[in-house]
């Protein structure tokens, strides 16, 4: 069973305006410009394969997360209440 995950704000706004101003300095031919689009256009790419990557990753170990509570649920909810009484005697401390 695979599961989706919640649709997260997306870069693709940032990614068209950069694009956007790529192509508006196109005419533009001075060394320095055309090195830095040069850049930034190999910079969208990685961020793009980077963010990908990323998000592929972050599905995997969901869904790992997943199967495992779902294989063992009573070690999870113990894993759980443990947790919890750390948190709760830590922060009960603090007060």
Same mark, same amino acid.
């Given at each position: ?41 190999? @910079? ?27 294989? /063992?649920? /009573? ?6 209440? @443990? ?8 922060? @009960?401390?603090?007060?």
């Amino acid at each position: 069973m695979q599961q989706t995950i919640a649709p997260t704000p997306d870069i693709q706004p940032l990614t068209d305006d950069v694009r956007a101003l790529l192509a508006a300095t196109a005419h533009i031919a001075d060394e320095k410009i055309v090195a830095a689009r040069n850049r930034l256009e190999e @910079g969208i790419e990685s961020g793009s394969n980077l963010l990908a990557d990323a998000r592929k990753k972050v599905c995997a170990g969901a869904g790992a997360a997943d199967q495992a509570i779902r294989d /063992y649920p /009573y070690h999870a909810i113990g894993v759980a209440l @443990g947790i919890g009484a750390v948190l709760g005697l830590l922060w @009960g401390r603090r007060s």
